[in-house]
């Protein structure tokens, strides 16, 4: 069983950036593909980025490409992304996603509100 802990959200203004960071624990990720989705007030969960076990593959949605940055490291157990350039629209609640060895694990999300 895998637990993951989202932290880093918060309000910024718009061009403004954030960090967020996702811990997991309970065992070791470093196999795992880690992501990062986003779901807005009245919206569908959207994805926003991941990254392979390796860390040598990043993928984006078209959306963030150029303005975030995912990343991680296996011997802490943590991904991370980075989020600059913000905008208004980048408003929702970011989760952080691991799959491998068969199983799904979603964090509780956290909260980052651009203002305008």
């Known amino acids: 069983q895998v637990q993951l802990v989202e932290s880093g959200g918060g309000l910024v203004q718009a061009g403004g950036s954030l960090r967020l960071s996702c811990a997991a624990s309970?065992?070791?990720?470093?196999?795992?593909?880690m992501g990062w989705f986003r779901q807005a007030p009245g919206k569908e969960r959207e994805f926003v980025a991941a990254?392979?076990?390796?860390?040598?593959?990043?993928y984006y949605a078209d959306s963030v490409k150029g303005r975030f940055t995912i990343s991680r490291d296996n011997a802490k157990n943590t991904v991370d992304l980075q989020m600059n350039s913000l905008k208004p629209e980048d408003t929702a609640v970011y989760y952080c996603?691991?799959?491998?060895?068969?199983?799904?694990?979603w964090g509780q999300g956290t909260q980052v509100t651009v203002s305008s």
């Open positions: 996603n691991a799959v491998g060895e068969g199983y799904d694990y």
């Open positions: 309970g065992r070791t990720v470093s196999s795992y593909t």
């Open positions: 990254i392979s076990w390796s860390g040598g593959s990043t």
